[in-house]
């Protein structure tokens, strides 16, 4: 079954990956602010939209269907990004004292490095450059390691 994206209430995700977290309905209504209604309603609805039941009772708790399941990672990572997005500092470049890594794959290439270091001393005075041959990353095999910027 495909779905558009723009069919769902965002929300309701949300309040299946905390019943999901929780194993309750209770508790995820405790920790959403929410009634255990409201938590059961909005159940309802995802389950209209997604085709299926996605939890079941047993006991006092629930049981996950296969199909809860197999969206509960990618509905988690999807929140933790959206969160991680959310509370993101913006960058500003006149506080920045990270140090950026330049790989150069030739001297032709280091005819650049001033103009680089002095755009980045007017803008980014706290920041670092440090300028490295490529061929040495490659061979230490360190060019896919997420050093050089």
Wanted: proline share 6%; net charge positive; aromatic share 2%.
């Amino acid at each position: 079954m495909s779905i558009q994206i723009g069919a769902i209430d965002l929300n309701l995700l949300l309040v299946l990956h905390t019943v999901l977290v929780e194993r309750s309905v209770v508790r995820a209504s405790e920790r959403l602010h929410v009634t255990p209604s409201a938590i059961s309603n909005s159940l309802a609805r995802l389950r209209a939209l997604l085709g299926d039941p996605l939890v079941t009772r047993k006991g006092r708790g629930i049981v996950p269907t296969p199909r809860a399941l197999a969206l509960a990672p990618a509905i988690g990572r999807g929140l933790r990004e959206m969160e991680l997005a959310l509370h993101e500092v913006p960058f500003e470049p006149g506080r920045c004292t990270q140090t950026f890594t330049l790989a150069v794959a030739d001297a032709g290439q280091l005819t650049w490095v001033p103009r680089i270091a002095a755009l980045m001393r007017r803008e980014m005075p706290d920041a670092r450059l440090s300028v490295v041959g490529i061929d040495s990353l490659v061979s230490l095999g360190d060019l896919g390691s997420g050093q050089v910027d």
